[in-house]
T-cell receptor, first 116, second 115 residues
Framework: SQQGEEDPQALSIQEGENATMNCSYKTSINNLQWYRQNSGRGLVHLILIRSNEREKHSGRLRVTLDTSKKSSSLLITASRAADTASYFCATDAEDDSGAGSYQLTFGKGTKLSVIP | GAGVSQTPSNKVTEKGKYVELRCDPISGHTALYWYRQSLGQGPEFLIYFQGTGAADDSGLPNDRFFAVRPEGSVSTLKIQRTERGDSAVYLC?????????????FGPGTRLTVL
Protein backbone atom coordinates (compact mmCIF):
# COMPACT_ATOMS: atom_id res chain seq x y z
CA SER A 1 0.00 0.00 0.00
CA GLN A 2 1.13 3.56 -0.54
CA GLN A 3 1.30 5.95 2.34
CA GLY A 4 2.15 9.18 0.63
CA GLU A 5 -0.13 11.10 -1.62
CA GLU A 6 1.16 13.88 -3.82
CA ASP A 7 -0.90 16.82 -4.87
CA PRO A 8 -1.53 17.86 -7.57
CA GLN A 9 -1.38 14.73 -9.73
CA ALA A 10 -0.26 16.83 -12.67
CA LEU A 11 1.09 20.36 -12.97
CA SER A 12 1.89 22.37 -16.06
CA ILE A 13 3.79 25.67 -15.83
CA GLN A 14 5.80 28.05 -18.00
CA GLU A 15 9.57 28.05 -17.84
CA GLY A 16 10.77 30.49 -15.21
CA GLU A 17 7.75 30.05 -12.97
CA ASN A 18 7.88 28.33 -9.59
CA ALA A 19 6.40 24.86 -9.10
CA THR A 20 4.98 23.69 -5.79
CA MET A 21 4.11 20.08 -5.06
CA ASN A 22 2.62 18.75 -1.85
CA CYS A 23 2.80 15.41 -0.14
CA SER A 24 0.68 14.03 2.69
CA TYR A 25 1.37 10.88 4.65
CA LYS A 26 -0.35 8.83 7.32
CA THR A 27 2.01 7.48 9.96
CA SER A 28 4.87 8.87 12.03
CA ILE A 29 8.05 9.13 10.04
CA ASN A 30 11.77 9.19 10.63
CA ASN A 31 12.50 11.20 7.52
CA LEU A 32 10.95 12.19 4.20
CA GLN A 33 12.69 12.20 0.85
CA TRP A 34 11.84 13.63 -2.56
CA TYR A 35 12.79 11.84 -5.77
CA ARG A 36 12.55 12.76 -9.44
CA GLN A 37 11.83 10.24 -12.17
CA ASN A 38 12.19 10.76 -15.89
CA SER A 39 10.34 8.60 -18.40
CA GLY A 40 9.18 6.05 -15.83
CA ARG A 41 12.63 4.67 -15.15
CA GLY A 42 15.27 5.25 -12.47
CA LEU A 43 14.66 7.63 -9.61
CA VAL A 44 17.06 10.41 -8.71
CA HIS A 45 17.31 11.48 -5.11
CA LEU A 46 16.70 15.21 -4.64
CA ILE A 47 16.61 15.96 -0.95
CA LEU A 48 16.08 14.34 2.45
CA ILE A 49 14.47 16.12 5.39
CA ARG A 50 14.46 14.62 8.85
CA SER A 51 11.45 14.60 11.14
CA ASN A 52 13.05 17.19 13.44
CA GLU A 53 13.68 19.62 10.59
CA ARG A 54 11.14 22.09 9.23
CA GLU A 55 12.80 23.42 6.12
CA LYS A 56 15.69 22.52 3.87
CA HIS A 57 17.21 24.06 0.75
CA SER A 58 19.27 22.60 -2.05
CA GLY A 59 19.97 24.84 -5.03
CA ARG A 60 16.61 25.75 -6.58
CA LEU A 61 14.78 23.29 -4.32
CA ARG A 62 13.08 24.15 -1.06
CA VAL A 63 11.40 21.48 1.04
CA THR A 64 9.23 22.03 4.09
CA LEU A 65 7.95 19.49 6.54
CA ASP A 66 5.06 19.85 8.96
CA THR A 67 4.87 16.72 11.10
CA SER A 68 1.78 17.98 12.95
CA LYS A 69 -0.09 18.02 9.65
CA LYS A 70 1.81 15.04 8.24
CA SER A 71 2.62 16.98 5.11
CA SER A 72 5.56 18.21 3.08
CA SER A 73 5.98 20.54 0.14
CA LEU A 74 8.59 20.73 -2.59
CA LEU A 75 9.17 24.09 -4.25
CA ILE A 76 11.20 24.35 -7.44
CA THR A 77 12.08 27.95 -8.20
CA ALA A 78 12.78 29.39 -11.65
CA SER A 79 11.75 26.17 -13.35
CA ARG A 80 13.43 24.93 -16.52
CA ALA A 81 12.25 22.62 -19.27
CA ALA A 82 14.71 20.04 -17.93
CA ASP A 83 12.71 19.91 -14.68
CA THR A 84 9.93 18.13 -16.57
CA ALA A 85 9.55 14.82 -14.75
CA SER A 86 7.49 13.00 -12.14
CA TYR A 87 8.23 13.87 -8.53
CA PHE A 88 7.67 11.46 -5.66
CA CYS A 89 7.80 11.83 -1.94
CA ALA A 90 8.94 8.80 0.04
CA THR A 91 8.64 8.28 3.75
CA ASP A 92 10.78 6.22 6.02
CA ALA A 93 8.49 5.05 8.78
CA GLU A 94 9.54 5.29 12.38
CA ASP A 95 9.62 1.90 14.06
CA ASP A 96 8.73 1.06 17.67
CA SER A 97 12.20 1.90 18.94
CA GLY A 98 12.01 5.36 17.41
CA ALA A 99 14.62 4.54 14.81
CA GLY A 100 14.04 4.69 11.10
CA SER A 101 13.18 1.76 8.94
CA TYR A 102 14.80 0.95 5.64
CA GLN A 103 11.61 0.55 3.69
CA LEU A 104 10.62 3.62 1.67
CA THR A 105 6.93 4.12 1.02
CA PHE A 106 6.22 6.21 -2.05
CA GLY A 107 3.22 8.24 -3.15
CA LYS A 108 1.79 8.17 -6.65
CA GLY A 109 3.76 11.22 -7.73
CA THR A 110 3.16 14.59 -9.34
CA LYS A 111 3.79 14.83 -13.06
CA LEU A 112 5.37 18.21 -13.75
CA SER A 113 5.53 19.68 -17.24
CA VAL A 114 7.59 22.82 -17.78
CA ILE A 115 6.77 24.50 -21.06
CA PRO A 116 9.66 26.37 -22.73
CA GLY B 1 31.83 6.25 -10.02
CA ALA B 2 29.45 3.61 -11.35
CA GLY B 3 25.89 3.72 -10.16
CA VAL B 4 23.42 0.91 -9.67
CA SER B 5 23.03 -1.13 -12.82
CA GLN B 6 20.24 -3.48 -13.78
CA THR B 7 19.98 -6.04 -16.54
CA PRO B 8 18.19 -6.56 -18.77
CA SER B 9 16.70 -3.12 -19.35
CA ASN B 10 13.69 -4.71 -20.97
CA LYS B 11 12.34 -8.24 -20.74
CA VAL B 12 9.39 -9.63 -22.65
CA THR B 13 8.18 -13.07 -21.70
CA GLU B 14 5.17 -15.28 -22.03
CA LYS B 15 2.74 -16.10 -19.27
CA GLY B 16 3.95 -19.06 -17.27
CA LYS B 17 7.65 -18.57 -17.97
CA TYR B 18 10.45 -18.04 -15.46
CA VAL B 19 12.48 -14.81 -15.42
CA GLU B 20 15.54 -13.52 -13.61
CA LEU B 21 16.31 -9.86 -13.12
CA ARG B 22 19.78 -8.79 -12.06
CA CYS B 23 20.98 -5.88 -9.96
CA ASP B 24 24.56 -4.66 -9.47
CA PRO B 25 24.64 -2.25 -6.52
CA ILE B 26 27.15 0.49 -5.91
CA SER B 27 30.40 -1.00 -4.67
CA GLY B 28 30.58 -0.98 -0.90
CA HIS B 29 26.84 -0.57 -0.34
CA THR B 30 25.71 -3.21 2.12
CA ALA B 31 21.98 -2.56 1.81
CA LEU B 32 20.06 -3.53 -1.32
CA TYR B 33 16.37 -3.07 -2.07
CA TRP B 34 13.95 -4.22 -4.74
CA TYR B 35 10.86 -2.21 -5.63
CA ARG B 36 8.15 -2.71 -8.23
CA GLN B 37 6.47 0.15 -10.04
CA SER B 38 3.27 -0.27 -11.98
CA LEU B 39 2.12 2.26 -14.55
CA GLY B 40 0.96 5.49 -12.96
CA GLN B 41 1.99 4.42 -9.47
CA GLY B 42 4.91 5.04 -7.19
CA PRO B 43 7.43 2.27 -6.46
CA GLU B 44 6.32 -0.38 -3.97
CA PHE B 45 8.76 -2.15 -1.70
CA LEU B 46 9.41 -5.83 -2.33
CA ILE B 47 12.46 -6.97 -0.37
CA TYR B 48 15.48 -5.65 1.48
CA PHE B 49 18.90 -7.24 1.92
CA GLN B 50 21.50 -6.38 4.52
CA GLY B 51 24.61 -8.14 3.31
CA THR B 52 23.73 -11.61 2.08
CA GLY B 53 20.55 -12.08 4.05
CA ALA B 54 17.05 -10.99 3.23
CA ALA B 55 16.25 -8.86 6.25
CA ASP B 56 12.69 -8.21 5.15
CA ASP B 57 10.79 -9.89 2.32
CA SER B 58 7.36 -8.78 3.47
CA GLY B 59 6.72 -6.90 0.22
CA LEU B 60 6.99 -9.94 -2.03
CA PRO B 61 3.46 -10.48 -3.38
CA ASN B 62 3.49 -14.29 -3.26
CA ASP B 63 5.75 -17.33 -3.31
CA ARG B 64 6.36 -17.04 -7.04
CA PHE B 65 8.76 -14.23 -6.22
CA PHE B 66 12.17 -14.92 -4.73
CA ALA B 67 15.41 -12.96 -4.48
CA VAL B 68 18.97 -13.86 -3.59
CA ARG B 69 22.19 -12.04 -2.88
CA PRO B 70 24.67 -14.88 -2.29
CA GLU B 71 27.88 -12.87 -1.96
CA GLY B 72 26.46 -9.68 -0.54
CA SER B 73 26.82 -7.75 -3.76
CA VAL B 74 24.87 -8.69 -6.91
CA SER B 75 21.26 -9.63 -6.39
CA THR B 76 18.86 -11.57 -8.57
CA LEU B 77 15.08 -11.29 -8.41
CA LYS B 78 13.45 -14.47 -9.66
CA ILE B 79 9.84 -14.78 -10.75
CA GLN B 80 8.33 -18.19 -11.43
CA ARG B 81 5.22 -18.92 -13.52
CA THR B 82 4.92 -15.29 -14.57
CA GLU B 83 1.46 -13.75 -14.85
CA ARG B 84 0.31 -10.74 -16.87
CA GLY B 85 -0.16 -8.85 -13.62
CA ASP B 86 3.59 -9.11 -12.98
CA SER B 87 4.20 -6.63 -15.81
CA ALA B 88 5.88 -3.59 -14.28
CA VAL B 89 9.20 -1.81 -13.93
CA TYR B 90 11.37 -3.54 -11.33
CA LEU B 91 13.70 -1.12 -9.59
CA CYS B 92 16.74 -1.94 -7.53
CA UNK B 93 18.36 0.45 -5.08
CA UNK B 94 21.34 0.33 -2.76
CA UNK B 95 22.54 2.34 0.18
CA UNK B 96 25.58 2.43 2.42
CA UNK B 97 23.75 0.98 5.37
CA UNK B 98 20.28 0.43 6.70
CA UNK B 99 18.85 2.58 9.44
CA UNK B 100 16.46 4.53 7.33
CA UNK B 101 18.33 7.80 7.13
CA UNK B 102 20.43 6.87 4.14
CA UNK B 103 19.82 7.98 0.60
CA UNK B 104 18.86 5.08 -1.60
CA UNK B 105 20.46 5.14 -5.04
CA PHE B 106 18.24 3.65 -7.72
CA GLY B 107 19.11 1.80 -10.88
CA PRO B 108 17.40 2.47 -14.23
CA GLY B 109 15.03 -0.46 -13.74
CA THR B 110 14.01 -3.49 -15.75
CA ARG B 111 10.74 -3.19 -17.63
CA LEU B 112 9.08 -6.61 -17.53
CA THR B 113 6.26 -7.34 -19.95
CA VAL B 114 4.35 -10.60 -19.58
CA LEU B 115 2.30 -11.42 -22.66
Amino acid sequence: SQQGEEDPQALSIQEGENATMNCSYKTSINNLQWYRQNSGRGLVHLILIRSNEREKHSGRLRVTLDTSKKSSSLLITASRAADTASYFCATDAEDDSGAGSYQLTFGKGTKLSVIP
Amino acid sequence: GAGVSQTPSNKVTEKGKYVELRCDPISGHTALYWYRQSLGQGPEFLIYFQGTGAADDSGLPNDRFFAVRPEGSVSTLKIQRTERGDSAVYLCASSLDSGGADEQFFGPGTRLTVL
